[in-house]
């Protein structure tokens, strides 16, 4: 599975689950349709692969500290 988050710091949950598919393509397609209509930044927003979402939550924090 691919997930799509959104990270917000400083918001009430730092990570919004925007998207996730089996497909990685159409994960990007719905991340590129966020940047498309400025909903949100490009650089705020990840794609990461897992089996769940706390996994999937996990990676992408770990892809944020490095």
Do not use: H, T
């Not at 996730?20 to 949100?40: A, F, H, M, N, T």
């Not at 990840?46 to 999937?56: E, Y």
């Amino acid at each position: 599975m691919y997930w799509l988050f959104v990270y917000e710091p400083n918001e009430l949950c730092d990570f919004q689950l925007l998207d996730y598919s089996p497909r990685e393509r159409e994960v990007q397609l719905s991340k590129e349709d966020y940047i498309r209509c400025g909903v949100y930044a490009r650089e705020r927003m990840l794609i990461v692969s897992a089996d769940n979402s706390s996994s999937a939550r996990r990676k992408a924090i770990q892809l944020l500290v490095r």
